[in-house]
């Protein structure tokens, strides 16, 4: 879906913002760019849609060069999602996620169709707040906007440049969550860019680390978290890396095989659905926030409606301190 091959970017001055950047994404993947302030991940991200240029290498979007696209029509089959969100304030919501699909002439009833669709889905009602200007609305309502507008015209790619990034820490991890819930209904190829390695972990399908605008690693973030690939990774990491075990590591590794994945899943009981359950990709801190908030000895682990097996407290407990334990041999 998106190829880059031996980009680099170096601006007037001779900074090398990308250097020998290569990497390929497939369809319907969400790959998150990581790195602190400066190490070229935006830069990286705004190659795709042109937004800056590559000085060498090439970067295909759907098999093509982007510099063959016209740069307008290449951004506008493209969604675009940004920190500061850039909703024009004269406009209602409804006119600010129109703009999209009227720029690529949809018909007038399929846009207003679309419109409501979109805030449906970003969770804002279409009825309280189509007619709303952005200074009425919240910082999380104004992402959500934002959000919806990158959608509207039903973009096969979504660039997102630290969308959350200037929300306070409950309404970020709000958006982060109501965000994955999203991208289980719909089939996109994300790019996202942060530099908040949590926000990584919890998004990513495959996480992209970069330093001084080199690739230092790209793994899932399990992968990234447990087998660094260099001093850089492992220091980009540090201090964090035993609560990114805990995010990273999903409960379906405390099953037994043989639970895991049942020969014959139709033959097991159904659980009941008023207890307090897990499903097999939580990672392990979820399923200690459970275990705490619901005073359960074990815990239920279902799939679609179907029990694959039960964890106990006292498995999770001993798995952390496995876990705890590596973390401090890797220090000493």
Aim: charged residues 25%; aromatic residues 4%; glycine residues 6%.
């Amino acid at each position: 879906m998106i190829e880059f091959e031996h980009v680099g970017k170096t601006f007037p001055g001779g900074v090398e913002a990308v250097v020998d950047f290569t990497l390929s994404m497939a369809e319907g993947e969400t790959l998150v760019l990581l790195g602190t302030s400066g190490s070229g991940k935006t830069t990286a991200m705004k190659m795709v849609n042109r937004l800056v240029e590559p000085s060498a290498g090439r970067i295909l979007v759907e098999g093509r060069d982007v510099m063959e696209y016209d740069a307008i029509a290449l951004r506008r089959k493209i969604g675009y999602s940004i920190q500061h969100i850039g909703l024009f304030p004269h406009m209602t919501v409804a006119e600010n996620v129109a703009i999209p699909p009227q720029l690529l002439q949809w018909p007038p009833e399929q846009v207003a169709e679309r419109v409501d669709a979109m805030l449906a889905l970003v969770g804002l009602s279409s009825e309280e707040y189509r007619n709303r200007y952005p200074a009425h609305l919240s910082g999380g309502q104004r992402q959500r906007v934002g959000v919806a507008r990158a959608l509207a015209a039903d973009p096969p790619i979504v660039l997102m440049d630290e969308p959350f990034g200037a929300l306070d820490p409950l309404t970020r991890e709000q958006l982060q969550d109501e965000l994955l819930e999203l991208m289980e209904s719909i089939s996109k190829t994300i790019l996202f860019v942060t530099h908040d390695v949590f926000e990584a972990v919890k998004l990513a399908d495959r996480i992209a680390i970069l330093d001084a605008g080199r690739l230092q690693q790209i793994a899932a973030p399990g992968e990234l978290v447990e087998q660094p690939a260099n001093e850089f990774v492992e220091e980009f990491l540090g201090q964090h890396r035993f609560q990114l075990s805990l995010l990273t590591r999903p409960v379906r590794s405390l099953l037994p095989a043989r639970e895991a994945e049942p020969a014959d899943a139709e033959s097991r009981p159904r659980e009941d659905s008023r207890d307090p359950r897990l499903a097999p990709h939580d990672s392990l801190a979820t399923a200690l926030d459970l275990f705490k908030s619901s005073r359960r000895d074990s815990l239920a682990v279902v799939d679609r409606g179907r029990m694959l097996g039960e964890i106990s407290k006292r498995d999770l407990l001993a798995e952390i301190h496995a876990l705890l334990g590596g973390v401090e041999e890797d220090a000493a």
